[in-house]
């Protein structure tokens, strides 16, 4: 047919989809397709190709594991083997570091966390003829995909979902629809549901049943589409997660690495990129810091500085009572910590949104401390906050990849910064206590 047109796929794109040179000179984008391979598509509207037929498939390319592959839009990359997948994450950091203006090390560590091992998740809730949809929302549309199995998931979530179902089903909180925050903490479950509807005693009463059901410690609940803090719904025990080595309790929907393994991971990367004298009374200051994820292995080092904008997952940090950590509440997006105060850190570690840290940013380059170390999610913030880095005369020493969002483009990266003429000696690191 004329309009069917057969291309070759020479990269991926930063979202995961396959681009191809077409004989005009024009780019095309084409989904569910891997470097290297032949193809035929159709063309569409906006430089996107329509994938028609694989004619010479990658060997790279996989059959998904997952029987929801085609309908759920969580896991776009699943027809990937994993290896070339954690390649390709590298090769996204890489280019992202080398737009900015760094000099990229030729040795870049990375790790890889297992199958089965993510332990929040963030779902969607439908009201529908058929009964309660769980799940994530479909490629391209905004109807929810029941979840009824994951590769991703840690099995005690997947396991939760039919419960779940069963008593969201009955609440009258939930009219149309709802949204449901899972964190699989030490202490067991931990669910925010968020509904479209106010929540009434026999809601509570359902939710209390579900409670003892699964033997959740803690379910919250707000109204969708409102600010402030979550109210208890469901007290049955503690609720606790460790940290390195310390016991807190998260607020309810707080942020946690998607995995035990990729924090461990991560936090072994900031402790390896430190200066190898820095000493315990050294200043470290931590931006974005949350409940504690690289604020408390970090104190086990030296002084840190905490700034956190969230109250709850502040006072999560405070309750430790870790003497060398002072945490201070402050809304970095709105009001930055200064320059003049970043300087006098020996170390600064920020592990910002995924949107990235502008403000902070520049702050961070006019302090010029000398090391800084950027915790990132997004290697299009990473290459957009990092380039001031770049024009203050910094230096990339070290980089590490972490992909803890398996079958996704997201992907997350440790980069250690030095700058090239430092205002201090190397001696002033050194400050034993």
Not at 15 to 23: E, V
Not at 65 to 84: N, S, V, W
Not at 332 to 345: H, I, T
Not at 359 to 388: E, F, W
């Amino acid at each position: 047919m004329s309009d069917i047109l057969e291309v070759t796929i020479s990269h991926l794109a930063t979202q995961g989809d396959g681009a191809a040179r077409l004989p005009d000179g024009h780019t095309v984008f084409v989904a569910d397709t891997l470097p290297q391979e032949r193809v035929a598509i159709r063309l569409t509207s906006g430089g996107r190709g329509q994938l028609v037929d694989i004619l010479t498939p990658s060997p790279h390319r996989t059959t998904p594991p997952c029987p929801l592959f085609e309908r759920c839009g969580g896991c776009t990359l699943q027809y990937m083997d994993l290896p070339a997948l954690l390649e390709w994450k590298t090769g996204l950091v890489a280019h992202a570091l080398e737009k900015a203006g760094f000099e990229v090390p030729t040795t870049i560590q990375s790790y890889q966390v297992p199958l089965h091992s993510r332990r929040r998740a963030d779902l969607a809730v439908r009201r529908t003829e058929q009964g309660i949809v769980i799940g994530l929302h479909a490629k391209g549309s905004q109807d929810v995909t029941d979840m009824t199995s994951c590769a991703v998931l840690h099995p005690t979530i997947v396991a939760s979902l039919p419960a779940l179902r069963a008593t969201l089903r009955s609440l009258r909180a939930v009219h149309k629809a709802a949204d449901l925050h899972i964190n699989l903490l030490d202490s067991g479950l931990d669910i925010l549901l968020s509904t479209d509807s106010p929540l009434i005693a026999t809601d509570r009463q359902r939710l209390t049943a579900l409670a003892e059901e699964l033997d959740i410690p803690r379910i919250s609940w707000q109204r969708m589409k409102t600010t402030g803090q979550s109210e208890t719904a469901v007290q049955r025990a503690p609720v606790f997660q460790t940290i390195a080595g310390h016991q807190l309790t998260p607020p309810p929907g707080a942020f946690l690495q998607a995995t035990p393994q990729s924090e461990s991971a991560i936090q072994n990367a900031v402790l390896e990129a430190l200066p190898a004298r820095l000493g315990k009374r050294a200043t470290v200051i931590e931006l974005y810091a949350g409940c504690g994820t690289l604020s408390l292995p970090l104190g086990e080092r030296c002084q840190v500085q905490a700034y956190e904008g969230c109250e709850p997952a502040l006072a999560a940090l405070k309750s430790v009572g870790k003497s060398r950590i002072t945490s201070i509440c402050r809304d970095l997006n709105r009001q930055p910590v200064m320059g003049k105060d970043l300087g006098k850190a020996e170390v600064v570690v920020l592990d910002p949104p995924h949107a990235g840290a502008k403000l902070q940013m520049r702050q961070i380059a006019l302090g010029k401390p000398d090391y800084v170390i950027y915790v990132s999610c997004n290697p299009v913030a990473l290459s957009n906050d990092t380039s001031l880095l770049a024009s203050a005369g910094y230096r990339l020493e070290t980089v590490s990849v972490i992909d803890q969002f398996l079958w996704s483009a997201e992907t997350e990266a440790v980069c250690c910064f030095k700058r090239e003429s430092s205002r201090r000696s190397r001696n002033a690191l050194s400050h034993w206590g």
